[in-house]
């Protein structure tokens, strides 16, 4: 009688069951309509889990879909995002999906087949973005992403197990949201107030910064939207980028990122002014945008819009970021020259995180600044702005200790 294998700390190993020693893996093998199908694992435990769920399929007569077992991640990620990625998910959401793959999966554990990659394949490259400091809500959307592929591929019976789920995670630390000096936001709106070639931008910096919205919000915001009679503006549609390839547009509106986001809010005197400017400025109109559906679903086109860049199309993210970096880096060549102070670099987001900041100076309510903010809840706000709390809660220990009624 032939001696039965076994593995590295001498237990028997089943028909069909191996141990790879070079890789320091389980292995099952096993023939299923003429097609062989193999699972791996890091341990006994784990493999006789797969191997029993395997034999209990086969037993129920499941057809394995031994044709796209062959396939590599990558293959099957492109088939899955033709066919299943856009049911039930936004286009954006969709197109976030297809950035964080081909940035972290296609070159790296893309090319394995789909059938070999393990969790601690999926692991390593959180692990990776980790030591790269990439941040925690990066991490979270890939994630989200791998175990969506590879879930599908679980439902097809390609594979067994889904190797992203459950993966690890570390806390990392939350950069604490800074807002723009006030000094600097005051050079900043002079220079472009009085600079010929930035001038006409001034209006889309004073609403942000008076405002508090989101580069989308603004740039999504028609003339319909401001009540002057009322001083109120309402915010119900933001822009988003697509992919061409996948969509047939680059940029379209849509309606905003949750239901909090639609909200109306008044407008202060210098909005005002600035906006009934621009509404009778005797200047060609911006150009229409397409507003879809969450699934990119052309619905119809929309016109008046109010904020336009130098083309006449509308404002993206990375557009208003790049004009930004502009107007800084030539103010800063002019005090070079000068030897005045010069100006730091900031993100478009980073006006809303002034405009937070100069609203709980001047002692707004939590709640109301959540609502002008668009947040789901009071919790999102003070989660986001912790900082700002702790730094009024010590403003308030101060003002406490000062008074001494004797």
Not at 312 to 328: K, T
Request: overall charge positive; proline content about 3%.
């Amino acid at each position: 009688m032939a001696e039965k294998r076994k593995d590295m700390k001498g237990r028997n190993l089943r028909t069909g069951e191996y141990y790879d020693e070079k890789n320091q893996r389980y292995m099952f093998r096993k023939m299923v309509e003429g097609n062989r199908i193999t699972i791996t694992a890091a341990n006994i435990t784990d493999l006789r889990k797969q191997e029993n769920d395997l034999l209990c399929k086969i037993d129920k007569g499941a057809r394995f879909n031994t044709k796209k077992a062959k396939a590599t991640l990558n293959e099957y990620f492109d088939y899955w995002f033709t066919y299943f990625a856009k049911t039930g998910r936004k286009a954006t959401t969709c197109t976030n999906y297809k950035s964080y793959y081909n940035t972290y999966i296609r070159k790296t554990i893309g090319e394995m087949p789909i059938t070999k990659i393990t969790k601690l394949d999926c692991q390593k490259i959180i692990n990776q973005m980790v030591e790269d400091g990439k941040k925690h809500s990066t991490m979270t959307n890939l994630k989200s992403c791998l175990t969506a592929v590879l879930e599908s591929a679980v439902d097809e019976d390609v594979i067994l197990k889904n190797p992203a789920r459950n993966l690890q995670i570390p806390q990392t630390e939350v950069k604490k949201r800074t807002a723009i000096d006030p000094e600097q936001i005051g050079l900043f709106m002079e220079y472009v107030r009085n600079s010929p070639q930035y001038s006409n931008t001034y209006p889309e910096f004073l609403f942000l910064f008076n405002t508090g919205v989101r580069v989308g919000e603004m740039a999504g915001l028609t003339w319909d939207n401001i009540d002057f009679e009322n001083n109120m503006i309402t915010i119900d549609k933001t822009v988003n980028r697509y992919r061409k390839a996948d969509f047939g547009f680059t940029v379209a509106l849509a309606s905003p990122k949750s239901r909090t986001s639609v909200r109306t809010f008044p407008m202060n005197s210098e909005v005002r002014k600035m906006l009934l400017k621009e509404k009778f400025r005797d200047t060609a109109p911006a150009a229409p945008l397409l507003f879809v559906d969450d699934s990119g679903n052309i619905r119809r086109q929309v016109n008046n819009i109010v904020f336009s860049n130098s083309f006449g199309n509308a404002w993206n993210e990375p557009g208003f970021l790049c004009l930004i970096n502009r107007i800084v880096e030539a103010y800063n060549q002019e005090a070079e020259k000068t030897g005045k102070k010069k100006l730091e670099n900031f993100c478009p987001h980073m006006a809303r995180h002034t405009y937070t900041s100069l609203a709980y100076s001047a002692g707004a309510d939590v709640k109301a600044v959540s609502e002008i903010l668009g947040h789901a809840s009071t919790s999102v706000t003070l989660d986001t702005y912790a900082h700002l709390t702790e730094e009024k809660k010590r403003q308030q220990e101060e003002i406490v200790k000062a008074i001494k009624v004797l």
